[in-house]
Every structure is written in structure tokens, then in C-alpha cells.
């Protein structure tokens, strides 16, 4: 084979090859559009932003009290240690199932 013919053939190759990459990346932000739209959707009206946010401040308030009042305890009992980790994980777990999507 060819010089000329290996260079063309594998910038045929090459040719295809981005654009199936391109191809992926296309795809991937339509989805990533219609997701946005779809969460956009959801939160219109005002009421709805109203109670987001006050639910939010809610649970960071909560958060925030059980963290403090596990800390002042941490210093007098090690056990105290292992309830802040676990209240920790329990707010991180609480904010995944406020923040998660409809479809899951």
C-alpha cells in the first residue's frame, strides 16, 4: 500500500471517529438541556420558589442545631464522636432524597 493511500485512509478513520465523538457530545447536551428544562419546569410558579427556599433554610437550621448540640457533647463523651458522623450522614442522605429527581 501507498503512502498517500495509508495517509487517506487513516484520516478517513480519523474523519469518523470525531464524528462520533461529536455525534455523543451532541447528544449528551441535548439530554443535559431537557433536564434543565424539565427542573426549570418544575420550580415556576413563585409559591414553589417561596417554599423550596423556606424548606431549605429549614433543614439547614436543623442541621445546624443538631450539629452544635452534638459537638458540645463530643468533648464529654467519645460515643458523642460517632453521633456527629452519623448526624452528618444522616443530612447529607436527607438532602439527596429533597434534591433528587422524580424519575429515581
Do not use: C
Not at 495509508?6 to 449528551?28: Q, S
Not at 418544575?42 to 424548606?55: H, M, N, P, Q, S
Not at 464529654?76 to 452528618?88: C, L
Amino acid at each position: 500500500m501507498s503512502r498517500q493511500a495509508d495517509i487517506e485512509r487513516r484520516l478517513d478513520h480519523l474523519g469518523n471517529r470525531v464524528r462520533e465523538y461529536a455525534d455523543g457530545a451532541a447528544d449528551t447536551a441535548d439530554d443535559w438541556l431537557s433536564r434543565g428544562r424539565r427542573a426549570v419546569g418544575r420550580f415556576r410558579g413563585i409559591d414553589a420558589r417561596k417554599r423550596i427556599a423556606r424548606r431549605a433554610e429549614d433543614i439547614a437550621d436543623e442541621a445546624n442545631y443538631q450539629y452544635r448540640r452534638l459537638r458540645r457533647h463530643a468533648g464529654r463523651h467519645p460515643v458523642a464522636t460517632a453521633a456527629i458522623v452519623a448526624g452528618t450522614v444522616g443530612a447529607l442522605f436527607l438532602l439527596y432524597r429533597a434534591l433528587r429527581r422524580d424519575e429515581d
